[in-house]
């Protein structure tokens, strides 16, 4: 039996994992690429894997990092059972469609730089259709239901609190004189999280494969975060300032809405108006509401008194573009809560535009910022920074609170690994930047004994005798247009002088004003070669 790593290595998102053996495949979570250009690449590269011989997907939960290229494995041939749990379910019929509306957009925007600098036009990912037509695929189950997906192979969903619906995913294989057990973590989520329940505790294991987001660090206790949140919002509300709050539509956002209701009604901070501008997130808040059923016993209560911390007076849903720009122009001491939480797509961007260069407003972090997204380079400092074409100045005041985060940090992820006693463990860590994955493989070396394996990606492991080989598609570097971009720019300057050098003693308007459009495009090609490298 072997495992291929997929993605998710060495990186915190593509999270796809791929376990097989003579008589079966099967594959856990599809996620997306996220951040560099390097590291997006891999979207579009062909893996050595076919799709249609795939027997099941089994999704641990709904974000895009895990979930995001199941249409493009469906368009491509799979046509096997997704098992996710309901409420993950529930979030992917609004997440993936959301995901094909940026695809398209993305492609669109990508495809006016390549019709200047003569590309030839990109195809997205996947469409919207794509994405509802992959819906059809899904099968829910509930938590700690055994399910037999092969003659050979079952699996049961715990619950990993870390977003609604979330799951560590237990997986038995019968190999004749024995079962080996193999544990998928997904993510694992902190304690006391808002909302939803503490993660499941896990028993035992042969082999286990282990996040380490927040493998390197610790977070602040949830009484300091809510205290250094209050006081965010009471300096910049004394300051007439915006507060921006770029949040995952799923979990982060509901927990932000949930801590705002709670400071409000304890009178810890002013009355000011709260948007919520993500129709995604709207949504996702709705699909919390129908599945109470998930959330922890103080949440249960709440609701169950009539008090729910989802709504409050002055909480406001901004569905349409136009509710949007309104908040761009006009909106003053006002909270912004956007998407997305990596600043890569939607609205947060435009609100980020019309208000980093401003110093009254402030801009909140609260989840984790990948390598290469605008949300990272505001985080580690940026003095100015490229918001959909235009040079922005950072003026606003950034802060990271990182008690927010749905991921356990380094202790809450040691503390659920050491409840697994079996001392010969073979351990995998996966899904973290290569620093955070390293560092946590040499703390559970020696916190545990155990000698955990960082693998890379494209990897397949055999494991039983833990030999290794790298596909050959990870070990090709991607390609780059750059080289002729420029030698297309150099044609087009020396082009442009030629033309000039004809038409300079013109006295016609029409030559003169042709020129000024020539020289117009061919800065906008510059900026455009300029932003890539």
């Not at 409420?87 to 509306?101: E, F, K, Q, R, W």
């Amino acid at each position: 039996m072997k495992i291929e790593f997929l993605g998710g290595v060495k990186t915190v998102t593509g999270s796809c994992f791929l376990v097989h053996d003579a008589d079966f495949t099967i594959m856990v979570d599809c996620g997306m690429f996220q951040g560099t250009n390097d590291i997006r690449e891999r979207n579009y590269i062909q893996q050595n894997f076919i799709p249609k011989k795939i027997d099941a997907l089994l999704l641990t939960h709904a974000h895009i990092d895990h979930s995001g290229l199941i249409p493009k494995l469906i368009k491509n041939g799979f046509y096997g059972n997704i098992y996710a749990t309901k409420a993950t379910v529930d979030l992917c019929s609004i997440m993936l469609p959301d995901s094909g509306h940026i695809q398209e957009m993305d492609v669109k925007y990508a495809n006016k730089k390549n019709l200047k600098l003569g590309r030839v036009p990109l195809e997205p990912l996947y469409t919207i259709d794509d994405a509802t037509e992959s819906l059809k695929n899904f099968v829910p189950v509930s938590y700690d239901e055994i399910i037999q997906i092969n003659p050979r192979v079952e699996v049961r969903f715990r619950d990993a609190g870390h977003i609604l619906g979330s799951s560590f995913i237990e997986m038995w294989v019968d190999e004749g004189d024995h079962k080996t057990k193999i544990v998928f973590s997904g993510d694992i989520g902190p304690k006391d999280q808002a909302i939803i329940c503490d993660p499941d505790v896990i028993e035992d294991a042969d082999i286990l494969l282990m996040e380490s987001t927040y493998g390197d660090r610790l977070h602040k206790s949830k009484e300091e975060t809510y205290n250094e949140f209050r006081d965010i919002i009471l300096d910049s509300h004394n300051k007439k300032g915006n507060i921006i709050i770029p949040a995952f539509a799923i979990e982060r956002t509901q927990e932000i809405i949930y801590t705002l209701a709670k400071l409000f009604r304890d009178g810890r901070i002013p009355d000011m108006p709260v948007y919520i501008d993500s129709p995604l997130a709207i949504s996702a808040t709705e699909i919390f509401k129908k599945n109470k059923d998930l959330f922890d016993e103080e949440m249960r209560k709440e609701f169950f008194y009539g008090n729910s911390l989802l709504e409050f007076p002055n909480l406001h849903y901004t569905r349409s573009t136009e509710e949007s720009k309104w908040l761009n122009t006009d909106a003053r001491g006002a909270i912004i809560i956007s998407a997305n939480g990596m600043c890569t797509a939607g609205r947060i961007k435009h609100h980020l535009k019309y208000n980093l260069y401003r110093p009254e407003s402030s801009i909140i972090f609260v989840g984790y910022q990948a390598e290469g997204t605008l949300g990272r380079r505001l985080v580690d400092g940026a003095q100015q920074v490229r918001v959909y074409g235009a040079d922005v100045s950072v003026k606003a005041k950034i802060y990271t609170l990182g008690g927010f985060s749905a991921h356990a940090d380094r202790n809450g992820l040691l503390a659920w690994v050491k409840n697994i006693k079996n001392p010969k463990l073979k351990v995998f860590v996966i899904h973290g930047e290569e620093k955070s994955s390293e560092s946590f493989a040499e703390t559970l070396k020696a916190e545990c004994g155990f000698s955990p394996y960082v693998p890379q990606w494209g990897e397949t492991v055999d494991l039983t005798t833990m030999e290794s080989a790298v596909a050959s598609y990870a070990a090709v570097e991607a390609y780059s247009t750059l080289e002729s971009d420029i030698e297309l720019l150099s044609q087009s300057v020396k082009a442009l002088i030629d033309k000039y050098n004809t038409v300079k003693n013109s006295t016609t308007a029409g030559d003169i004003r042709k020129i000024h459009e020539d020289i117009h495009d061919l800065r906008e090609t510059m900026k455009m070669i300029i932003d890539e490298m």
